[in-house]
């Protein structure tokens, strides 16, 4: 029997880049685009009206703006991802929509099939970032060569045994939305942007060796 469909809303100010990437998923297996919004205040009432799984969330919108609707959907309870997908990789666009509770962070630039995948592993709570995303993370968690801290290492060999995310939170008795944070400083420390790759390096670099 197969897999309901990834109901998804899009967000975004611009009517073309809306449409747009409605008619992408529309035609893409598995999906399917419950609504669209042009600001973060709508955003919000169709989340509440339409429980998507997936939230494609623009930043830079005139009222309410992405950051804004994201705290307020995490404030309401909201169960949906939010996929950030934006023209901005600022140090003053990434880390406050990360700190408000987006599961990841795409740019506008990513290939149609990134952007699938993207959603797709939102959907399953997975944390994603652009590469340029991820460098710029790097840079706040002081240097990419920093050790990981026992707690991340305990998160990263979880995933490594093929934890979820809330696999992993109910083990360690924290929230998902704190794994998710782990995760990132993860992939920022290792100079990564998923689980598979933070993993392969975590491997590569016997981080390990003590906890396997």
């Given at each position: 029997?197969?897999?309901?469909?990834?109901?998804?809303?899009?967000?975004?100010?611009?009517?073309?880049?809306?449409?747009?990437?409605?008619?992408?998923?529309?035609?893409?297996?598995?999906?399917?685009?419950?609504?669209?919004?042009?600001?973060?205040?709508?955003?919000?009432?169709?989340?509440?009206?339409?429980?998507p799984d997936v939230i494609l969330m623009d930043l830079r919108m005139p009222g309410t703006d992405g950051v804004t609707a994201i705290r307020r959907l995490a404030e309401r309870g909201?169960?949906?991802?939010?996929?950030?997908?934006?023209?901005?990789?600022?140090?003053?666009?990434?880390?406050?929509?990360?700190?408000?509770?987006?599961?990841?962070?795409?740019?506008?630039?990513?290939?149609?099939?990134?952007?699938?995948?993207?959603?797709?592993?939102?959907?399953?709570?997975?944390?994603?970032?652009?590469?340029?995303?991820?460098?710029?993370?790097?840079?706040?968690?002081?240097?990419?060569?920093?050790?990981?801290?026992?707690?991340?290492?305990?998160?990263l060999t979880l995933i490594a045994r093929g934890s979820t995310n809330r696999e992993a939170a109910s083990?360690?008795?924290?929230?998902?939305?704190?794994?998710?944070?782990?995760?990132?400083?993860?992939?920022?420390?290792?100079?990564?942007?998923?689980?598979?790759?933070?993993?392969?390096?975590?491997?590569?670099?016997?981080?390990?060796?003590?906890?396997?």
């Open positions: 029997m197969s897999e309901p469909p990834i109901r998804l809303i899009v967000v975004d100010d611009h009517p073309i880049v809306r449409d747009g990437l409605r008619g992408m998923f529309t035609g893409e297996p598995g999906f399917e685009v419950v609504g669209v919004a042009g600001d973060g205040a709508r955003a919000v009432i169709l989340a509440e009206e339409l429980r909201s169960t949906a991802r939010i996929l950030v997908l934006t023209t901005y990789d600022t140090d003053s666009d990434v880390l406050p929509a990360i700190e408000a509770g987006a599961t990841g962070y795409l740019l506008k630039d990513a290939m149609p099939e990134e952007l699938v995948r993207a959603v797709r592993a939102a959907a399953r709570g997975e944390a994603v970032l652009s590469p340029s995303v991820a460098t710029r993370l790097i840079g706040q968690v002081r240097a990419p060569t920093d050790p990981l801290s026992a707690r991340e290492l305990e998160v083990r360690l008795f924290i929230s998902e939305a704190t794994v998710k944070s782990h995760l990132l400083h993860i992939y920022a420390k290792l100079g990564v942007n998923d689980r598979a790759a933070a993993v392969a390096v975590a491997f590569e670099r016997g981080l390990f060796n003590r906890s396997w």
